[in-house]
Structures are given as C-alpha cells and as structure tokens.
C-alpha cells in the first residue's frame, strides 16, 4: 500500500525543461519506481524506472539522453528531470511503484501496483 502524489507538470516551450517529482508515503520500501505518460487518443507508455537503490535505471528509447531519473537520498521521491522537451512528449505523467520488493526494476507495466493521479505537461511548439 503506497500511495504516490506527483507534482512539477505544466507548460513549457519546445527545448525547455521541467522537472517532475513524485512523493510516495506508505510503505514503499525497496520497490523501483517508474515514469509512465499518456498522451491524448494513445495508450500508457513506459518513461523511466529506477531500483531502490538507485543504482540501475531504464528509459524509453524516444526519452533516451534527454531525461533522467534519480531517487532523493531518503528514497521516497523520485525525480524525473526532462531536458530538450520536444511537443510529442505532451502527456499526463504517472509515477508508480512495483508490485513487490526487488533489487532489479522493470518497464512492463503489470509489474507497478500503485499508481500516482498524473500530472499534465504540455510542450508547445
């Protein structure tokens, strides 16, 4: 039972940044957490997930080398830092966390049992 609020969405123009944060509270300990995006008329999409421990980390290719997902050091935020922000990264983002404690991540979405409300970014052109 975690239970995980994201915040740091808006509007940004094509080339700009913003960084995403995701609290958990509950008992998250040693879950990875992910990055997921809907955008309008497409299905949920992997982003980014992290281990618990911070130590690996995964990313969709269409965000490689522009985003990068990091853990705060008391591990209960992860952030997601979004450079060179391009239009078709417009989506509702949701954090999550695994289903069960692992040392190792995933980026299939079955494997996330909690679930963040999601917050907007749009970047306009």
């Known amino acids: 039972q975690v239970q995980l609020v994201e915040s740091g969405g808006g509007l940004v123009q094509a080339g700009g940044s913003l960084r995403l944060s995701c609290a958990a509270s509950?008992?998250?300990?040693?879950?990875?957490m992910g990055w997921f995006r809907q955008a309008p008329g497409k299905e949920r999409e992997f982003v980014a997930a992290i281990s618990w421990s911070g130590g690996t980390t995964d990313y969709a290719d269409s965000v490689k080398g522009r985003f990068t997902i990091s853990r705060e050091n008391d591990k209960n935020t992860v952030l997601l830092q979004m450079n060179s922000l391009k239009p078709e990264d417009t989506a509702v983002y949701y954090c999550a966390a695994s289903r069960t404690p692992w040392y190792g991540l995933s980026s299939r979405e079955a494997d996330f049992g909690s679930w963040g409300q999601g917050t907007q970014v749009t970047v306009s052109s």
């Open positions: 509950g008992r998250s300990y040693n879950l990875f």
